[in-house]
C-alpha cells in the first residue's frame, strides 16, 4: 500500500488544477468588481463575483437546457477581461496585498495541494453533483440523465465554483471544490486584516494603509488557527461550512454598512457598491446548503434589529422604514436564485432533497433531550462557546453604558441576532425534520455553530482593535516582536497541524484510495464492474463506489460503469456466469486472524462466461498507534 505520507507529494495535475481553480477566483474577483463597483475590495469581489455566477447559472439551467458551459465559458472571459480595464482591476498596492496572503498562504497550499476527498456529504452531494454539471453541462432532474447523487435536488453553490474551474479538464478534478472553500478562508482572513488597521464599520473610508505583512499574518490566524470555530476536515474540504461562515460574516459587515446613520441622499445607497456586493453575497450565501435558507432570514431579522436599537427613540420608525427598502432592494439578486432554484425542483423532482416530516410524525418529546444535549455540547467545546460568552457579555456591557452602539456594538448585535434565530430553526428542525434519536441527539449542533464563527471573530477584532487604537497596550519592540511571532505562526501551523488539516489521510481513505487506484489501473474507460461487499452499515461502501466511479487516480480516469453493488452472492472463480463480459470486486474475499484480521479484495474478470481472479490485494494491518475512523471500518475492508 502506498504510505499516507507519499500521498503529500503532488502531481503535476494537482497543480493545475490549482491553476485553474485561481483562474476562477481570478475571474470572480473581476465580476465582483464589475458589478459591484471598481472599488470594491478583492476579498469582497471574490464573494460577489461568485454570487453572480450563482445568479447567472441559477437562472439559465432552470430555463433551458442548453449547456451551462456557455454561460459558464461567458462569466470567465467577462471576470477574466475585467482585469484589463484600469478602473477595474486591483491597483499595485491591492496587488502586493494580494502577494502578501498568497506568500503566506504557501504553507497551506503545500499541505493541501494534493488532496483527496473525504466525508459522506462528498460523495453523496457535492462531488457527484459536479460530476453531473461537468459531464452533461446541465442541471439533473428526473427527466434527464439519471442522477450521480443521492441528493440531486440540494443547492448548488458551492458546485457552481467547481465546474467553472473544472470547465478546462475533460474530467472533473474534486479538488476544486476544496480549493476553492480553502480560498473563501484566505479572502476572508485578508477582509480580517483589512479590519485590524482601519476605523468605524467601513473599510478604506478614512485613507488607511494596505494591511502589512503582520496584519495579513492576523487577520488569517483569527480566520483559522486561532478561530475556536475552525474544523480543517470541512473548511478545507468539499463541504459548505467554511464558504457558509465567510458569506454570513461579510453579508452582516456589508449590511451594517448600508444602514450606517443616515446621510443627505442616503437613498442612492440602494445602488452603491455596497449594496450591490451585499445583495450579490446574498445571492452566494443562499444556495450553498438548505439550511442557509434560515441564515438568510436571520440576516435580515438581526439587521433590522440592529437598526431598531441603533437609532434614537424618535427616530426609530424611520430607520425601520429605511432598513426594510434598503434591504429589499438588496436581496432582489437572492430572492430571484432562490426563487428560481425552488420552483425548478418543484417542477422536476419527486424526491432528491432533504425534506421535513409528515406532521403526524413530528416529535415534539425530541425538545427537551434536544435541549439537554446542546448543554452537553456547550460543555464539551467548551472554548468555542467560551468565546461565545465573552461576546455575548461584551454586548451587554456596551448596551448599558454606551450610548448610540459604535460599529463594533452594531456586530456583536448582529452575531448574538443570528444566533438566537439560528438556534431558534435547529430547535425547530430537530422536531419536525431529524429522524428517530437524531433530532433528540441535537444533531451536529456545534458544526452548525461553526457557521457564525467568523461574524464572532469579525465582531472581536473590532473590539480588539478599537481597544488597541484608543490604547495600545504595548510598545513599539513588543510590538514588532508580536508581529514575528504572529508570521511566524502562519508559516509553522499548517505544517504542524498536518493531521488535522489533511482529513483524506486518516485510515481507512489512504486503504480505499489505494485499493481503487489498483482496480482503475485494470480497467479502461467504459468497462462495467459488479462491487460485492458484505452488509455493512459504515461509510466504506459509500466511500469506496465513489473512488472507484467518481475519483480520477494518478494511474486512470477511465469512466467505470457500476453494474450492480453489494451483490449477495460471492462470486465463484470457477462457476458460470451468464452476466456479459465485465469485472467484479469482491471487496472482503478472505479474512486471516480470525473476525479481527486482516483480508484482501480479489478483482474478478468474465472470460468465456467464467469468472477468473486477474488481482488479489491484501489490506494492511491495522497498527496499534494509528487512528482509524469507526465510521469507516467494518466487514467491506475486512476489518
Not at 446574498?282 to 432570514?297: P, Q, Y
Request: net charge positive.
Amino acid at each position: 500500500m502506498t504510505p499516507p505520507l507519499a500521498l503529500l507529494v503532488p502531481a503535476p495535475a494537482d497543480l493545475l488544477v490549482l491553476l485553474s481553480t485561481l483562474m476562477a477566483i481570478a475571474a470572480f474577483i473581476g465580476l465582483g468588481r464589475l458589478l459591484a463597483g471598481g472599488a470594491t475590495k478583492p476579498e469582497i469581489a471574490v464573494f460577489a463575483g461568485w454570487g453572480a455566477a450563482c445568479l447567472v447559472l441559477t437562472v439559465w439551467g432552470t430555463v433551458t437546457m442548453a449547456s451551462l458551459r456557455i454561460p459558464g465559458m461567458a462569466l470567465l472571459v467577462l471576470g477574466l477581461g475585467a482585469w484589463g480595464w484600469p478602473g477595474l482591476r486591483p491597483d499595485r498596492a491591492e496587488l502586493a496585498t494580494i502577494g502578501r496572503v498568497l506568500v503566506l498562504s504557501v504553507p497551506i497550499w503545500l499541505v493541501m495541494v494534493s488532496v483527496r476527498p473525504s466525508l459522506p456529504d462528498s460523495f453523496t452531494n457535492f462531488l457527484p453533483n459536479a460530476l453531473y454539471l461537468h459531464d452533461y453541462g446541465m442541471l439533473p432532474a428526473d427527466d434527464r440523465a439519471p442522477a450521480l447523487a443521492v441528493w440531486p435536488a440540494l443547492p448548488y453553490s458551492m458546485t457552481f465554483a467547481g465546474f467553472l474551474a473544472a470547465l478546462p479538464f475533460p474530467w472533473f478534478p474534486p479538488a476544486t471544490l476544496v480549493f476553492f472553500n480553502i480560498v473563501t478562508q484566505l479572502a476572508f482572513g485578508l477582509f480580517l486584516a483589512r479590519v485590524l488597521v482601519s476605523r468605524g464599520v467601513g473599510l478604506g473610508e478614512d485613507g488607511v494603509a494596505q494591511p502589512g505583512w503582520v496584519a495579513c499574518a492576523l487577520g488569517l490566524l483569527l480566520t483559522t488557527g486561532l478561530n475556536p470555530g475552525f474544523q480543517p476536515q470541512y473548511e478545507f474540504s468539499s463541504y459548505g461550512e467554511g464558504s457558509t461562515a465567510a458569506t454570513l460574516a461579510l453579508a452582516g459587515w456589508l449590511g451594517l454598512r448600508l444602514l450606517a446613520p443616515p446621510k443627505p441622499g442616503w437613498w442612492r445607497r440602494s445602488w452603491s457598491p455596497d449594496a450591490r456586493a451585499f445583495g450579490l453575497v446574498l445571492a452566494a450565501l443562499v444556495t450553498i446548503r438548505e439550511s442557509n435558507i434560515a441564515l438568510f432570514g436571520a440576516v435580515f431579522i438581526a439587521l433590522g434589529l440592529v437598526a431598531l436599537f441603533a437609532s434614537n427613540k424618535p427616530g426609530r420608525r424611520f430607520a425601520i422604514v429605511r432598513a426594510a427598502i434598503l434591504l429589499t432592494l438588496a436581496a432582489i439578486p437572492a430572492v430571484v436564485t432562490l426563487v428560481a432554484w425552488r420552483l425548478y425542483v418543484r417542477g422536476h423532482f419527486v424526491s432528491g432533497e432533504l425534506l421535513l416530516l409528515p406532521i403526524a410524525q413530528w416529535r415534539p418529546s425530541n425538545l427537551v433531550p434536544a435541549l439537554i444535549n446542546i448543554l452537553k455540547t456547550m460543555g464539551e467545546k467548551a472554548t468555542f462557546f467560551a468565546v461565545w460568552a465573552v461576546a455575548l457579555g461584551l454586548l451587554a456591557r456596551r448596551l448599558l453604558t454606551a450610548g448610540a452602539p459604535e460599529a463594533a456594538t452594531r456586530m456583536l448585535g448582529y452575531f448574538v441576532g443570528v444566533w438566537v434565530v439560528y438556534v431558534g430553526f435547529l430547535l425547530t428542525m430537530y422536531v419536525v425534520h431529524f429522524e428517530g434519536e437524531i433530532g433528540a441527539s441535537a444533531h451536529s449542533f456545534f458544526r452548525y455553530n461553526t457557521h457564525l464563527a467568523l461574524i464572532l471573530m469579525l465582531a472581536l477584532a473590532m473590539v480588539g482593535r478599537d481597544a488597541w487604537q484608543r490604547r495600545p497596550m504595548l510598545s513599539p519592540p513588543w510590538t514588532r516582536w508580536v508581529g514575528i511571532v504572529a508570521v511566524l505562526l502562519m508559516l509553522v501551523l499548517p505544517i504542524a497541524a498536518l493531521k488535522l488539516m489533511r482529513f483524506d489521510l486518516v485510515m481507512p481513505y489512504p486503504v480505499i484510495w489505494d485499493l481503487a487506484e489498483q482496480v482503475r489501473q485494470r480497467l479502461g474507460d467504459g468497462d462495467r464492474l459488479t462491487l460485492v461487499t458484505p452488509p455493512d452499515t459504515s461509510g466504506a461502501p459509500l466511500t469506496l463506489r465513489a473512488f472507484l466511479t467518481q475519483v480520477p487516480t494518478l494511474g486512470s480516469t477511465a469512466r467505470i460503469t457500476l453494474d450492480a453493488e453489494n451483490a449477495p452472492a460471492r462470486p465463484d472463480p470457477v462457476r458460470t456466469d451468464p452476466t456479459p463480459a465485465g469485472y467484479v470486486l469482491e471487496s472482503c474475499a478472505e479474512r486471516e486472524g480470525g473476525t479481527n484480521g486482516t483480508g484482501k479484495a480479489v478483482l474478478y474478470r468474465r472470460e468465456d462466461g467464467t469468472l477468473r481472479s486477474v488481482m488479489e490485494w491484501s489490506y494492511p494491518p491495522a497498527r496499534p498507534k494509528v487512528r482509524w475512523l469507526p465510521s469507516l471500518t467494518g466487514p467491506t475492508l475486512c476489518h
